[in-house]
Nanobody
Framework: QMQLVESGGGLVQGGGSLRLSCAASGRTFSSYTMGWFRQAPGKGREFVAT????????YYAASVKGRFTISRDNAKDTVYLQMNSLKPEDTAVYYCAARSGATTVLAYEYRYWGQGTQVTVSS
């Protein structure tokens, strides 16, 4: 079993920045592909970004590409999501997730999930 704990969410003005962190425990973090997803009120869970176990491969949703950056520190068992130029439409609960396979945008392919952290962007 892997436990994932997100942090770093909060309220920010449009155009601002936030950095989310997701700390993992319970499994060999460096063996897992990590992903970030989000869910806005009344909407389904949406893919945001993913990073391979080594960090050499990343992929982003079109809606965040160029504004968000996913990274990981395998020595700290932590994955990050740097969010810049935030927009009100980025408001959502953000979840990190882990899977023992290649990067994918499909939420159902991820086995382990955190509890989420709220990000609210005001206009």
């Amino acid at each position: 079993q892997m436990q994932l704990v997100e942090s770093g969410g909060g309220l920010v003005q449009g155009g601002g920045s936030l950095r989310l962190s997701c700390a993992a425990s319970g499994r060999t973090f460096s063996s897992y592909t990590m992903g970030w997803f989000r869910q806005a009120p009344g909407k389904g869970r949406e893919f945001v970004a993913t990073i391979s176990w080594s960090g050499s491969s990343t992929y982003y949703a079109a809606s965040v590409k160029g504004r968000f950056t996913i990274s990981r520190d395998n020595a700290k068992d932590t994955v990050y999501l740097q969010m810049n130029s935030l927009k009100p439409e980025d408001t959502a609960v953000y979840y990190c997730a882990a899977r023992s396979g290649a990067t994918t945008v499909l939420a159902y392919e991820y086995r382990y999930w955190g509890q989420g952290t709220q990000v609210t962007v005001s206009s």
